[in-house]
């Protein structure tokens, strides 16, 4: 499932690899007939779109103006709008009775009523499904113009949440095949809104009808593995959560239509390299789709409505750099915002249209297990194609954002995930989490190694705390983490089958000197010291059930017989 919030899955670290549903596909440029632009009531935001029909009433001949399919909604969201709605008409409806079902949106509301389909965790069934179905027909003089936002957002029925999704999803529709003749593998998108669900048990929020705090591109496995029945195509999938409505963030049903653009055939897996495993193809997918969101906007930023209730250091901003390997996190959304900010800057350099056209040819290349590396390989090779112009100023962004680096390994220091910039901790894959028989005695390597350098004179140890703890977990953990480090002097550890290549493999102890319980430290020392300017890399070593690492720190300490734990490294 590919979503909009930073909610970690705990399944097999295989369960996307492999899959093929929706892609996309070259197709030839077509007109979308009876979609036109934003009209008349404007907010002042330009919504015209590359290739788009930017028809309109002017030059009619008659006094009666039709209102047929006339609308109102939103053109980014309640925030950003200050409440003001625009009128618009929408691309006409192919359902005889008005519904919102037409050649590239079919939208369903998602009703609290008995009667949905069963949800299932570990073959255990946990509650049901609100019942879909479409609740939007036509008002008389053949308009929607009676359906207008609730009075309050908390509405978990109304209907104004189908009108936005179906406005929006044939608007980004017609930017990818009007601009740049691009198009779903199979259409009309299917789109659920107002989804919630009904409990039997308590999942921390008690039981009964509850919110569903996210929105998500759901390719068809995604349900089976919920218990429900396959849909064909997938579908987006938009909650309704306390007093947020998610279909009411046009950057976010840009979002989620992007992740079922890229397909569940590209950047779909979890790698696994000599250097451990990398999560960047679902981090890259993350940042493709806020992207591509931002820039059918013109603006930078994702989820300014949908995503502020959390907090605003949930709201993503791409026009704040961000630089691999330095920001690595392991969540896929925070580390989304690297990839997400190069290409808002190549943007910014090149244009809108040049940029966008780069990016997409370079996308259409990428398969499930295209690294970050790769894809900036692409990405460059697409910009040459234009003039070694284009080629020199892409090359120069991607280096600034360290995308041609390669070495996923960045500095251990001192960390807490609640007071860090992304307020998220570092995860750990887990023996839940691989195939048996994976060949890693060692333990589950991490998403990413850290590095030691400029080891100050005189230091004789150099002390590595870190706290662990279990993930969380709708279905429940496995057991706790069990965290151990693989050290190696000036070069990456590297991880094979039934073998790990380092200087030596350390287990922490218990240390509360760092501040509290579950801190653990080791201290190296002797021939496990890099030689002067040299560089000390470590790696994460699970061999328990995945969690989260939320803390770490570092001493350099020049007398070690005070220290905890101390290791020389000795053969």
Not at 167 to 174: A, E, L, P, S
Not at 230 to 236: L, M, S, T, V
Not at 268 to 289: I, R, Y
Not at 544 to 569: E, H, L, P, R, Y
Request: net charge negative; glycine share 12%; aromatic share 8%.
């Amino acid at each position: 499932m590919l979503s909009l919030l930073r909610f970690r899955s705990r399944a097999a670290l295989c369960l996307l690899s492999g899959a093929t549903s929706l892609s996309l596909a070259a197709c030839g440029t077509t007109t979308t007939d009876g979609t036109t632009a934003a009209n008349g009531n404007t907010t002042g935001e330009d919504t015209s779109i590359a290739g788009a029909d930017a028809g309109s009433d002017a030059g009619a001949d008659t006094a009666t103006v039709s209102k047929l399919d006339q609308a109102k909604v939103y053109i980014s969201d309640p925030k950003t709008d200050n409440q003001t709605t625009t009128l618009v008409t929408l691309a006409h409806p192919t359902d005889p009775d008005g519904h919102l079902i037409g050649d590239f949106a079919a939208v369903n509301n998602c009703l609290e009523q008995d009667g949905g389909v069963p949800l299932k965790f570990n073959g255990f069934q946990v509650g049901s499904m609100c019942v879909e179905t479409p609740t939007v027909t036509r008002d008389e003089d053949q308009s929607y113009l009676s359906i207008e936002p609730p009075g309050d957002d908390s509405d978990p029925e109304d209907k104004f949440a189908e009108l936005m999704m179906y406005y929006h999803v044939n608007q980004i529709h017609d930017f990818y095949q009007d601009g740049f003749g691009l198009a779903l593998e199979h259409n009309p998108m299917d789109a659920l809104v107002n989804v919630t669900f009904n409990s039997d048990i308590n999942l921390g929020g008690g039981t009964g009808w509850q919110g569903f705090p996210n929105a998500a591109f759901m390719p068809p496995e995604a349900f089976t593995a919920y218990g429900m029945p396959k849909r064909a195509n997938g579908a987006i999938v938009f909650g309704q959560y306390q007093s947020t409505d998610f279909s009411y963030d046009a950057s976010v049903i840009y979002h989620e239509y992007t992740h079922a653009m890229v397909g569940t055939t590209r950047l779909s897996g979890v790698l696994v390299d000599s250097f451990g495993l990398d999560n960047l193809p679902g981090a890259m997918n993350e940042g493709f789709a806020d992207y591509f969101s931002c820039s059918r906007r013109d603006s930078s930023i994702v989820g300014p409505y949908a995503l502020g209730f959390q907090g605003d250091f949930y709201v993503r901003d791409l026009s704040q750099g961000r630089i691999f390997p330095d920001d690595l996190t392991s969540e896929v959304h925070a580390d989304g915002k690297i990839i997400g900010s190069t290409l808002w800057e190549i943007r910014g350099a090149l244009g809108q249209q040049q940029a966008d056209e780069i990016i997409l040819n370079a996308l259409q290349s990428f398969t499930s297990s295209t690294n970050l590396y790769g894809a900036g390989k692409a990405i460059l090779s697409e910009a040459k194609k234009v003039d070694p112009q284009t080629g020199t100023k892409v090359n120069n962004i991607l280096k600034a954002h360290g995308i041609m680096s390669g070495e996923r390994a960045k500095a251990w220091a001192k960390f807490s995930a609640q007071t860090s910039v992304e307020q998220v901790p570092i995860a750990i894959a887990g023996t839940d989490q691989i195939q048996p028989g994976s060949g890693l005695d060692d333990g589950v390597p991490g998403y990413f190694q850290f590095v030691v350098k400029d080891v100050p004179a005189g230091t004789t140890g150099i002390t590595l705390a870190w706290r662990a703890q279990t993930g969380q977990s709708m279905t429940g953990g496995g057991g706790a983490p069990d965290v151990q480090l693989a050290v190696k002097k000036d070069g990456l550890v590297m991880i094979g089958v039934k073998q790990t290549v380092a200087d030596a493999i350390v287990q922490g102890k218990t240390n509360a000197a760092f501040g509290g319980k579950g801190w653990q430290s080791v201290t190296l020392s002797g021939a496990c010291l890099p030689a002067a300017a040299g560089k000390l890399y470590v790696m994460l070593l699970n061999k328990g059930a995945s969690g989260d690492v939320t803390d770490t720190d570092i001493q350099f300490v020049t007398d070690t017989t005070k220290s905890v734990n101390v290791v020389t490294c000795a053969k």
